[in-house]
C-alpha cells in the first residue's frame, strides 16, 4: 500500500507555457501533499504544503502565482508551473502523508524540461 | 530556522565495507526519519526513530537517535551493490497547528564498488 503517482513523468515544454503536473495517492488518503524541487545530485527543496480544501503554503522564495497548487481532493494534488522559464527546468517530486501518519510517500517524479 | 546537516557528502566503498553517514539537527527533534532515494528514483522511508537513544534496525541497517534528539546515524554493516544510492535524514517542523513538514539533510551518496 501507499502508493503515490505522478503524471507526466516527464516534460518537455516552449518558454512561456504551462504546465500542470499531477500528484495522486492511489491507495490512500491524504490530507496533506507536499511539493518538492531537487536539483542533480542535491537535496530536496521543499517548494509548498497542499491542504486539501485550503491554500498551498508556500515556502519563503518560492513564488505562489508562478507555481500554482491545489489540492481538490484527499486523493490528488496538482502543480501548475504558469509561463514556464528555462531556470524552472528541474525535477518535481510530490510526496503524500496518510491522515494520522507521519511518514511521506513519494511520487516517481516528474522531469520538466523547458526549452 | 531549523537546519539538518549530513555528513559526509559522499562515501565511495568498496562492497563488503561498512557505511556510517551521519545527521545533526540545530534544534532537538520530536522525531526523525530516514529515506533512500536510488539513482534516478525517488525517496523512498526507511525508518522513523522517536525515542531518546534508540536504535533500530532493519538486517544490515542500523539506526541511532542521539540522548539529545538532535543527532542520529545510519550504519550499514557489509556493504552490496543494492545499497547504492542517496540517503537522507529529515526532521519535522511544524508548519501550524497539527501540521508539519519536513526538513531534509543534503543527503549522502553512497556508491559501492563490486
Known amino acids: 500500500g501507499a502508493v503515490v503517482s505522478q503524471h507526466p513523468s516527464w516534460v518537455i515544454c516552449k518558454s512561456g507555457t504551462s504546465v ?15 511539493w518538492y524541487r531537487q536539483f ?8 509548498a ?5 485550503s491554500k498551498a503554503t508556500y515556502e519563503q522564495g518560492v513564488e505562489k502565482d508562478k507555481f ?21 527546468s528541474s525535477f518535481y517530486i ?20 523547458v526549452t | 530556522g531549523q537546519q539538518v546537516m549530513q555528513i559526509p557528502q559522499y562515501q565511495h566503498v568498496q562492497e563488503g ?5 551521519y545527521c545533526n539537527s540545530s534544534t532537538t527533534l520530536s522525531n526523525i ?29 542500523t539506526f541511532q537517535f542521539g540522548e539529545a534528539k538532535k543527532n542520529s546515524s545510519l550504519h550499514i554493516t557489509a556493504t552490496q551493490t543494492t545499497d547504492v544510492g ?20 543534503k543527503g549522502t551518496l553512497l556508491t559501492v564498488n563490486p
Open chain 2, 17 to 21: 565495507e561498512d557505511f556510517t553517514t
Open chain 1, 68 to 88: 500554482l497548487i491545489n489540492h481538490a481532493s484527499l486523493t490528488l494534488s496538482t502543480l501548475t508551473v504558469t509561463s514556464a522559464h528555462p531556470e524552472d
Open chain 1, 49 to 53: 504544503t497542499s491542504n486539501e480544501g
Open chain 1, 40 to 47: 542533480p545530485k542535491q537535496s530536496l527543496m521543499l517548494m
Open chain 2, 86 to 105: 542517496t540517503y537522507f535524514c529529515a526532521g519535522p517542523v511544524s508548519s501550524g497547528g497539527s501540521n508539519y513538514k519536513l526538513t531534509f539533510g
Open chain 1, 20 to 34: 500542470k503536473i499531477e500528484c495522486r495517492s492511489l491507495d490512500f488518503q491524504a490530507t496533506t501533499m507536499f
Open chain 1, 94 to 113: 510530490c510526496s503524500a502523508r496518510r491522515t494520522g501518519g507521519y511518514e511521506q510517500y513519494f511520487g516517481p517524479g516528474t522531469r520538466l524540461t
Open chain 2, 33 to 61: 526519519q530516514w529515506y533512500k532515494q536510488r539513482p534516478g528514483g525517488h525517496p523512498v522511508f526507511l525508518i522513523q526513530l522517536v525515542k531518546s537513544g534508540e536504535v533500530k534496525k532493519q538486517k544490515r541497517l
